[in-house]
């Protein structure tokens, strides 16, 4: 009893840092001292000050605006693509595992195809041949992760495909799409909804890496991997560049994995 | 029988590398990006001023006005006989650029997997036998870390510390085995972050059986349990865990390639992707698919012969 009650309590401090970091993506506009798109040489990699309470990065531009309008870009993109590659994923990979047949024979062989090599990879390839930008980003990582959620919602209806409360609605007549949806999803959903939010932070990783390696973002779009990407030239001099996009990145990662975590030991 | 399951991976490869080259040629013939007014560009990127007639040639020369079939079915006639294309960039064959950039990232790859395997499964073990003591809670830590830091930050750290602050290793990596040394490191600390966890889930899954609960009541020795039964329960699933992680290391040495100037594989993919060089992509891509299907085989064999209830086949089922 004691031990639940402890847990709650770390569960409520993480959902309220989730909603901290939501509502600072909102209103990053509001928050951020400066522009974070102006640049001023004659302030190039300033320490904190009044003005700049985070220092300035090479180009003048106030680190700490940047990093506020980055939290914006991964949070949305990541929430995005954690939606929208669940939803596709879970009916694919309902339907699929629900009726079998050929076109399940196929996902199985594209889902072999998709593992076949690492996700980063592919959307590294997908990114740099489409252009770069936020938009083709998210279209990436979208194309490449939806495979897991097909791959693991599909092996969950096979588990449960067989017992009898679904054997007993397909004698009342009931529809197979009303099966899949109100009666095989609602059962399966909870496993899927613990690998989603682990899969927020991983998603915002990935579009860290993406833009880190010049295949993300567009210049001079703030956001967190490309900010680290223009810090390394000036490890030398300037570190800062690196360690505060840095920290962002590990902070918002650790949040969502926590809570993941969390989610995973209560729903279980 | 055997021969039967055999001409059945095989088909199983040949089906898995057609898809794969058919999927990454598609996304090359969808690129708005047009390959023959690059290829005339060269790396300056002036694309703008060229000729429409030059690009049209070009264009004839590198098959690219054919219908989209027609070029798949071009480059993959060619593929069969062992002619990948040629890079844009070097012009050089696709297969002698690999080549060239194997020997780093393959080390990596092996030198991590191995390290990595032989801390991260012992690790594993003790922390679930030791299930919320002090080893688990700091491993717990630890993986916490290793799983909310991206690598291409761990490594800017690294080499920030090691090579800058200390000085105790060249900024500029010269190659040989101090040049992959950090990336190495860099990947080891990733994975077993994450293999221990994974181990230890697998062993405590296998703790709660009640074979073991009935070997502690007959009075078997856990030690003996242990050894004998729960790690060899276990040892099928870990390697199969395992083997994702070979593809989990050249995905992050694409990434982290570039920080620690290793001239490797991944760092070969990601500047051709930046100049379209869809000859070295394609070949890039179908090399690590070779490498998985290799791998997986080999797990499906090696868990076939620890665990006898492991019939050979491949894992087409619903099991994840």
Redesign the interface.
């Known amino acids: 009893m004691k031990k639940g009650k402890k847990r709650d309590y770390a569960f409520g401090i993480l959902i309220v840092l989730i909603a901290l970091l939501i509502l600072i993506a909102v209103f990053a506009p509001i928050l951020a001292p400066n522009d974070p798109y102006n640049t001023d040489l004659m302030a190039a990699q300033a320490g904190p000050s009044a003005q700049y309470p985070l220092g300035t990065d090479s180009l003048g531009r106030c680190m700490l605006s940047r990093v506020l309008y980055g939290a914006r870009l991964s949070v949305f993109s990541s929430l995005l693509i954690t939606g929208i590659v669940f939803c596709i994923g879970v009916t694919i990979g309902s339907l699929c595992g629900y009726f079998g047949g050929i076109v399940d024979a196929i996902l199985n062989k594209v889902i072999t195809i998709m593992q076949a090599f690492p996700q980063i990879i592919l959307a590294i390839a997908i990114t740099g041949i489409m252009g770069i930008g936020i938009r083709n980003t998210i279209i990436a990582l979208c194309m490449v992760l939806w495979v897991d959620y097909a791959r693991l919602s599909r092996s969950f209806v096979f588990s449960v495909k067989g017992r009898n409360f679904i054997k007993a609605a397909k004698i009342c007549g009931e529809s197979d799409l009303k099966i899949i949806f109100s009666r095989i999803i609602p059962n399966i959903i909870y496993p899927l909804i613990v690998n989603a939010s682990l899969g927020i932070a991983s998603t915002i990783m990935e579009i860290a890496a993406l833009s880190y390696l010049g295949v993300g973002v567009e210049e001079p779009q703030a956001e967190w991997g490309a900010m680290i990407n223009l810090g390394r030239n000036y490890i030398q001099t300037d570190l800062k560049m690196v360690l505060i996009p840095g920290v962002a990145i590990f902070v918002t990662a650790a949040v969502f994995n926590l809570f993941g975590e969390k989610l995973r030991d209560r729903l279980q | 029988m055997v021969l039967h399951k055999i001409i059945m991976q095989l088909l199983h490869f040949v089906?898995?590398l057609l898809?794969?080259s058919f999927?990454?040629f598609s996304?090359?013939f969808?690129?708005?990006?047009n390959p023959a007014e690059l290829w005339l560009a060269g790396s300056d990127g002036n694309v703008g001023m060229i000729s429409e007639e030059a690009i049209a040639e070009q264009e004839r020369i590198m098959g690219l006005d054919k219908p989209f079939l027609v070029q798949y079915g071009t480059w993959l006639g060619k593929a069969l006989q062992g002619n990948f294309g040629i890079s844009f960039t070097y012009n050089t064959p696709v297969t002698e650029e690999i080549a060239k950039h194997m020997g780093p990232t393959v080390w990596m790859t092996v030198i991590s997997l191995t390290v990595t395997i032989l801390l991260a499964v012992p690790l594993g073990v003790l922390c679930a036998v030791y299930k919320d003591q002090l080893l688990d809670n700091v491993m717990r830590i630890f993986s916490?870390f290793g799983?909310?830091?991206?690598?291409?930050?761990t490594s800017?750290?690294f080499?920030?510390f090691f090579c800058?602050k200390m000085e105790w290793l060249p900024v500029i990596s010269k190659g040989g085995a101090i040049g992959i040394l950090l990336p190495s490191v860099v990947l080891i600390l990733q994975f077993v972050a994450k293999l221990t966890r994974q181990v230890r889930a697998i062993i405590l899954e296998q703790l709660e059986q009640p074979y073991v609960d009935g070997a502690i009541t007959r009075g078997v020795k856990f030690k003996n349990i242990l050894f004998g039964h729960v790690l060899k329960n276990s040892a099928a699933p870990i390697l199969t865990c395992i083997s994702i992680y070979v593809?989990?290391a050249?995905?992050?040495s694409?990434?982290i390639e570039?920080?620690f100037s290793v001239d490797g594989l991944?760092r070969m993919?990601?500047s051709s992707?930046?100049r379209?060089d869809?000859y070295v992509?394609q070949g890039?891509?179908l090399w690590?698919?070779i490498v998985?299907?290799v791998v997986n085989l080999l797990v499906d064999i090696l868990s076939a012969m620890i665990d006898p209830r492991i019939k050979y086949n491949r894992k087409?089922?619903?099991?994840?």
């Open positions: 089906i898995v898809g794969i999927l990454t996304i090359l969808l690129s708005p990006r916490f799983i909310s830091l991206p690598s291409f930050l800017i750290i080499l920030w800058i593809g989990l050249f995905g992050g694409a990434v570039g920080i991944g993919a990601v992707v930046a379209l869809i992509i890039f891509v690590v698919a998985y299907l087409s089922g619903g099991g994840s």
